[in-house]
């Protein structure tokens, strides 16, 4: 399939990620439709698990599904860090805090099952984006070579976004750290606790974090290597790398690099769009804009870019629904539309600028942190954080708002 009908809505948004669903699912609850385009044939959750705290929690209670996902998680009762270079600890209670890990699969499947039926539609490769600079309309380009009209244009693309492309961002970049991930299941219950525990060695940084009593999402973060490219995609090699990196790691972290199902061992290489693009760069192009990673991609090292995303969704809806749910869909005529929706992006765009920038700032030191073995950086990075950015966890408290 790679032509929309005429009974689809004028909104169109590239990617069925969860800033994709998310977004989508925000609109339909402000009672405008959308159609999603995905490149997959059916959802992908790469990655194994996703960390939600207090900020995404309070989107996804906007979008109706965070009660039933609560369920599907435990919440986690404190930070756990280890420095086995020098045999120091630090916990931090998360008190208020709500974190919780949950599958990604379970994340998207309740964002989709909350869509009518039919507004997602797989296997639809979008290989191009041109926007018309009189009517504003994007013309899109199928891999099939089809093409498609979307009076307005949602890009929820993720990291090498088309759309991010055609509204001429400046590329993200590569940092100097990648991620291998996986997800280990112990059927008798892994008895490890409910805390998110993290352990530095030298520049490697492993975490080990309960999904539920049963299942233990696991991470190795740690400098890039020039073979890198030879493990994406292969399970095993991806199970030894990890191993290699956690010799002298205690034996209960190896045992579960072990017990992981091929299935979720993933290698990632860690992208980023630089903080000082995203205060500067030009999100909104006519009636078409981006969010989430398309718009943000940052490193994992706050966990914070999936939930940044979730924020956009109810932003993005909240300030499209007050201009569009002003009078019934389509009664405005071309011109009116393309201002009121460019009134609504722009709004969108100013309110999402300084978050992300300022989550983005933060992710960026405190990939530092992970990366260097230096005290004296350690020390200094520290001191900037705490100038900057008061707690450790106050990017976590942001409220996005109703929807
Ligand atoms: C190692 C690691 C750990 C992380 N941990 C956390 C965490 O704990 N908490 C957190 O909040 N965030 C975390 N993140 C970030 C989070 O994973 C991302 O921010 C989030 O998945 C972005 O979602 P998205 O929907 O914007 O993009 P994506 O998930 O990349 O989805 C994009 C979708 O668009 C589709 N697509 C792309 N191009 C096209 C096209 N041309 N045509 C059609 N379809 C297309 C893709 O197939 C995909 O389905 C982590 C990231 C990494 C790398």
């Known amino acids: 399939m790679s032509t929309l009908s005429s009974q689809d809505s004028g909104i169109v948004i590239i990617g069925a990620g969860i800033v994709g669903l998310a977004t989508a699912l925000a609109l339909h609850k402000k009672g405008i439709g959308s159609v999603v385009l995905e490149k997959a044939e ?40 280890v420095f086995l270079d020098n045999g120091q600890t630090r916990e931090a209670r998360l008190g208020k805090e709500e974190g919780r890990y949950l599958l990604r699969s379970d994340l998207l499947q309740a964002l989709f099952d909350g869509l009518p039926a039919g507004t997602v539609r797989f296997g639809c490769h979008i290989v191009k984006v041109k926007t018309d600079p009189v009517t504003s309309h994007s013309t899109l380009q199928f891999h099939d070579g089809n093409v498609a009209i979307a009076k307005i244009l949602i890009g929820c693309d993720g990291v090498n976004s088309i759309v991010g492309e055609s509204l001429k961002l400046k590329p993200t970049r590569d940092a100097p750290t990648g991620a291998l991930r996986g997800l280990a299941n112990y059927p008798n219950g892994h008895g490890f606790g409910n805390d998110y525990v993290r352990i530095k060695k030298g520049s490697v940084l492993v975490g080990r974090i309960p999904v539920d009593h049963k299942s233990v999402y696991w991470f190795v973060a740690r400098p890039r290597l020039p073979g890198d490219s030879e493990i994406l995609g292969k399970p095993e090699l991806i199970r030894q790398e990890a191993l290699k990196e956690m010799e002298g790691y205690p034996q209960e972290l190896t045992e579960m690099v072990e017990k992981s199902d091929d299935s979720a061992l993933t290698f990632t290489k860690i992208s980023y769009r ?130």
């Open 42 to 81: 059916s959802l992908r959750a790469t990655g194994a698990a996703i960390g939600i705290q207090t900020n995404g929690w309070r989107a996804l209670d906007q979008l109706g599904v965070g009660p039933a996902l609560r369920e599907k998680a435990v919440r986690l009762q404190a930070l756990r860090e």
């Open 274 to 403: 630089a903080p000082w693009d995203l205060l500067l760069g030009n999100f909104r192009r006519g009636t078409a804009t981006v969010a989430g990673d398309a718009m943000h991609v940052m490193g994992p090292f706050l966990g914070q870019g999936g939930a940044a995303g979730l924020e956009d969704a109810i932003v993005l809806a909240r300030c499209l629904a007050k201009e569009l749910c002003m009078r019934p869909n389509g009664d405005y005529d071309g011109r009116q539309l393309v201002n009121k929706v460019g009134k609504a992006l722009d709004e969108y765009v100013e309110e999402r600028r300084m978050r992300v920038a300022r989550l983005s700032l933060q992710t960026y030191l405190t990939g530092i942190l992970v990366a260097t073995s230096s005290m004296f950086v350690t020390r200094l990075i520290f001191l900037v954080l705490r100038i900057l950015f008061r707690g450790s966890f106050s990017h976590a408290q942001y409220d996005c708002g109703r929807l």
